[in-house]
Nanobody, 122 residues
Framework: QVQLVESGGGLVQAGGSLRLSCVAS????????MGWFRQAPGKEREFVAA????????YYARSVKGRFTISRDNAKNTVYLQMNSLKPEDTAVYYC???????????????WGQGTQVTVSS
């Protein structure tokens, strides 16, 4: 089992940047594919990005591709989400997730963090 704790959310103006972090504890971090999801008010939770176990491969939702970057540091048990050129429609609670399955394209979470709020003002 793994525990996930996100940080780095906040309020930013449109066009700005934020970097989210997610620290994992418990089982070996490098044995999990890692991902980020988000949920806006009144909407379903949606996939944002995922990284393979070794951080050699990544996959993004079309809505964030080219603006967001997922990365991980297995030595620090941490996965990051660098968010640039933020838009008001990026406003949501962002969740870190871990998967015991290797697929980062069809990412299926097994564990969730508690979420961190990102608000983008226009």
């Amino acid at each position: 089992q793994v525990q996930l704790v996100e940080s780095g959310g906040g309020l930013v103006q449109a066009g700005g940047s934020l970097r989210l972090s997610c620290v994992a504890s418990g089982q070996t971090f490098s044995s999990y594919a890692m991902g980020w999801f988000r949920q806006a008010p009144g909407k379903e939770r949606e996939f944002v990005a995922a990284s393979s176990r070794s951080d050699t491969s990544t996959y993004y939702a079309r809505s964030v591709k080219g603006r967001f970057t997922i990365s991980r540091d297995n030595a620090k048990n941490t996965v990051y989400l660098q968010m640039n050129s933020l838009k008001p429609e990026d406003t949501a609670v962002y969740y870190c997730a871990a998967s015991t399955r290797p697929s980062y394209i069809n990412f299926q979470p097994d564990y969730w963090g508690q979420g961190t709020q990102v608000t983008v003002s226009s």
